[in-house]
């Protein structure tokens, strides 16, 4: 797999949520967040990470996969599910690439979409679920660490 984000220097050397959200599997009392592949009202779903960047920065397919589902496209939520092998990743926030549709076959380092432009902070919403369970983190850092060696980056 490789990241949904091609940077300066790794997912780490950008600046992240100060907060986990999503309703954690570690943070059960949360408020309801993003955490959009289980439902935004679930508690132990899994977690999330916001990744900044600046508008219109280009959004890569982490693994190959087929496109499970687009939701809210055009508008400020949209996201984007890639299905593959024992991984599904969720991407949203993102301005979807023309011509992307459920069931579209992606391959490792495609341009999928943008960091949305609709943001007063632009940033890629960012999920991984390996073999079934989320990526979880009990910090933004310890998270980001965590799906950054997931990444294999």
């Known amino acids: 797999m490789t990241s949904p984000l091609k940077d300066y220097g790794g997912l780490l050397s950008r600046r992240l949520n100060r907060t986990l959200h999503g309703r954690s599997v570690y943070r059960r009392q949360d408020v309801p967040g993003h955490n959009v592949v ?8 899994g977690d ?3 990744f900044f960047g600046p508008k219109g920065e280009s ?7 087929t496109i499970r ?3 809210d496209p055009g508008g400020k939520l949209s996201c984007v599910y890639i299905n593959g ?5 969720v991407y ?7 011509g ?3 069931g579209s076959l992606v391959q490792e380092g495609q341009v999928i979409g943008w960091i949305g432009k609709k943001l007063k902070d632009p940033h890629l919403h960012f999920e991984l679920y390996l073999r079934g369970k989320a990526v979880a983190g009990r910090t933004p850092k310890q998270l ?7 990444l294999g980056d």
């Open 59 to 65: 959004v890569y397919a982490a693994h190959d996969g």
């Open 85 to 89: 092998k024992h991984v599904l990743t």
């Open 69 to 71: 589902r687009i939701a």
């Open 38 to 45: 289980h439902g935004y009202n679930n508690p132990g779903t």
């Open 48 to 50: 999330s990470v916001d």
């Open 100 to 102: 992307l549709r459920m």
């Open 92 to 98: 949203a926030h993102v301005s979807i690439k023309p």
């Open 144 to 150: 980001a660490k965590k799906i950054t060696a997931a």
